[in-house]
């Protein structure tokens, strides 16, 4: 199996600062050394501020930052 794409919820949502900026890596290189589409849906600002795209969901809307 070779999926194109990676979907991840929440990836980081219950670990230490330490294995979460991990596994942030672990999908960025996948994106960028096997040119995967990874989708995260996630509540971390953080997380987000690492995406090269953020599309909020919000009042039924969708809106690309």
Known sequence: MD????LADEP???LDRA??????GLLRGLNRDLGKRVVIATHGPG???DCQLVVRLGNGEASQK
């Open 19 to 24: 294995s979460g900026q991990k596994i942030i």
């Open 12 to 14: 980081t949502g219950n």
């Open 3 to 6: 999926p194109p794409v990676v």
């Open 47 to 49: 997380v987000a501020g």
